[in-house]
C-alpha cells in the first residue's frame, strides 16, 4: 500500500504551486537584497539560477564539449540550458553582512556576485531538478541522499493560473521572459509531508510510535548561549539554514551539563528583519540578539546605542584619536555607520556613490498564528512576532510532531526532556529519512 501511494508523480504534488522568482548568477547581493524587499506575503526566497546560452529556440548557441572544446549546436529548448544552482533568503545576506569583511566595507560587500552567498550550495549540491513525471519514490531517494531543494518544471498546460502572490509587475515580467518561458517551482520537504499526511495510516504502526522509540531525535544540535557573542555561531547558523534547521540558544540548567532552550535562529526567525540586523547580529550577544529581532523596525535608543559602541570596538574605532588625520577618520566612522543605517530606507543621494540602498522595505508577514502582538513599521505595515521556538517531549509520536511542525510552518521541532532541559531536534528530512526506510525494509 505504501509503495502504491509512492509511486504517485512529482506533478500530482506541484498542482497550484507558483513559478519561483529567479536572480542570473550574474547579480549581485544587492540585487539579491533588492529582489526580497520587492516580494510581499510569504515569499521569503528567490532562486539563483546559472544559463549558459542567452540565444532563442532554434539558433546556434555555442556549446563546451566534454573534451574542453567548443563547437556549435540547435538549442531547441532554452529553459533546458538553465540550472538552479541555489537560493537566496535574507538569512544568508544578514550572514554575508555580518562578517568582519563585510563590516569594513559594506559597499564592496553589497557588490559582491550573489554566488557568494551559494558556496554551500556549490559545494554539497543541496539543489536537484526533478521531472514533473518522476515518482514520489524518487524524491524520497533523493531527500534520503541529502537533496535539500527540488525544482520542477510547471507544465505547460494551464500556465496562467500559477500566478506568484506577492510578485510585483515588475518580476512578472521577469518570469515571462526568463528560461525561455518555462516557469519552474519549489518542491519543499513540507509539500512531500502534507501529502503523505493524507495517506499516513499505511505507513503504520511508525506514526504512532514514540520519536524517542523511531531513534530520530538529533543530539548534536548546534547551540549558542545567551550571553556569548552570537557572531561566533555564524558558521553554524549558516549551516542550519542550508540544512532547514536552526541554531538553540541556550542557558545553564540547574542540572549540570543540561541546557534550557530561550529561543532558536534559524531563516524563519529573520525573514521579517531589515538589514540592520546585520549589524546586531556581529556585535550583540545571542540574548540581546534575540531581543533586537523582534523589535528590529522599532529598536531602542539603548539596543542601538549598544550596537554602536560594539561596532567600534570590533573596528577598532575606540583608539582612533590616537591616528594622526582624527577628522577623516571620524568622518569614515561616521559614513560607514550612515551607510548601515540608511539601508533600510529607499535612498537616490547616494545612489552616484554607491551607498545607496537597495529600493524598498523589506515586507514579510511571519507565519505564526498564535502570535497577537503586533507592530507597525515606518512604512505602514504590520510585522508578526514568534512568541518562542516549537518544542514536543521524546515521547511524543511522530505524526503529533509532524502535525505540529505542519501547523506551524517550521521545518522542525526542539525535543525538551520532562525537566524542561533541552534534549535535541527533529528535523522534516530526519521524517522523511525514517519513512524512506519503512518502504525499504
Known amino acids: ?35 526580497l524587499k520587492l516580494l510581499v506575503g510569504n515569499v521569503s526566497e528567490i532562486s539563483v539560477w546559472e544559463c549558459v546560452c542567452v540565444g532563442v529556440p532554434g539558433v546556434n548557441v555555442k556549446a563546451h564539449r566534454s573534451n574542453g572544446d567548443v563547437g556549435e549546436q540547435k538549442s531547441p529548448y532554452l529553459h533546458e540550458k538553465c540550472r538552479c544552482v541555489g537560493k537566496v533568503c535574507m538569512q544568508k545576506i544578514l550572514c554575508h553582512l555580518a562578517t568582519q569583511q563585510s563590516l569594513c566595507n559594506p559597499v564592496e560587500a553589497l557588490q559582491e556576485p550573489v554566488t557568494a552567498l551559494l558556496s554551500d550550495n556549490f559545494l554539497h549540491m543541496t539543489v536537484e531538478h526533478v521531472d514533473p513525471q518522476a515518482s514520489l519514490l524518487e524524491v524520497l531517494q533523493l531527500i534520503e541522499a541529502g537533496v535539500q531543494n527540488l525544482v520542477v518544471p510547471i507544465m505547460n498546460h494551464g500556465r496562467r493560473c500559477y500566478s506568484q502572490k506577492g510578485v510585483t ?11 525561455g518561458g518555462q516557469f519552474f517551482c519549489w518542491l519543499t520537504h513540507e509539500d512531500v509531508l502534507r501529502f503523505l499526511l493524507g495517506s499516513i495510516s499505511v505507513f503504520s504502526p511508525v506514526p504512532m510510535t514514540s520519536i524517542e522509540d523511531l531513534g530520530i531525535i538529533r543530539t548534536d544540535i548546534c547551540l549558542v548561549k545567551v550571553d556569548e557573542d552570537v557572531v561566533s555561531a555564524l558558521e553554524s547558523i549558516k549551516a542550519a539554514c542550508m540544512e532547514m534547521s536552526a541554531v538553540a540558544v541556550v542557558e545553564d540548567a540547574e542540572v549540570p551539563g543540561a541546557f534550557n532552550l530561550v529561543g532558536d535562529i534559524s531563516c524563519t526567525t529573520l525573514q521579517a528583519c531589515n ?110 512576532h514568534r512568541s518562542g521556538p516549537i518544542f514536543c517531549n521524546p515521547r511524543s509520536s511522530l505524526v503529533a510532531v509532524l502535525l505540529q511542525a505542519l501547523a506551524y510552518r517550521e521545518h522542525y521541532v526542539w525535543v525538551l526532556r520532562d525537566d524542561g532541559t533541552l534534549l535535541g531536534i527533529v528535523t522534516f528530512s530526519d521524517i522523511l529519512t525514517l519513512m524512506f526506510n519503512c518502504v525499504n525494509i
Not at 7 to 31: E, I, Q
Not at 169 to 179: A, G, M, T, V
Not at 355 to 364: A, I, K, Q, V, W
Request: aromatic letters at 6%.
Open 1 to 35: 500500500m505504501a509503495i502504491a501511494l509512492l509511486s504517485s508523480v512529482v506533478a500530482d504534488l506541484t498542482v497550484g504551486k507558483p513559478a519561483l522568482v529567479s536572480l542570473r548568477t550574474t547579480a549581485s547581493v544587492r540585487d539579491a537584497l533588492r529582489a
Open 169 to 179: 509587475n515588475e518580476f512578472s515580467n521577469h518570469l515571462q521572459k526568463s528560461h
Open 275 to 384: 538589514e540592520m540586523v546585520a549589524l546586531a547580529l556581529a556585535t550583540l550577544s545571542a540574548g540581546d540578539f534575540l531581543l533586537y529581532v523582534e523589535e528590529c523596525w522599532h529598536p531602542t535608543e539603548v539596543a542601538m546605542e549598544l550596537i554602536r559602541k560594539k561596532l567600534h570596538e570590533k573596528l577598532g574605532w575606540e583608539n582612533i584619536e590616537h591616528d594622526g588625520d582624527v577628522d577623516v577618520n571620524l568622518d569614515k566612522v561616521n559614513l560607514m555607520l550612515q551607510n548601515f543605517e540608511i539601508w533600510e530606507e529607499s535612498s537616490s543621494d547616494g545612489e552616484d556613490s554607491g551607498l545607496e540602498s537597495p529600493t524598498g522595505p523589506h515586507d514579510l508577514s511571519r507565519k505564526w498564528p498564535y502570535m497577537h502582538r503586533h507592530s507597525s513599521s515606518k512604512f505602514g505595515m504590520s510585522h508578526k
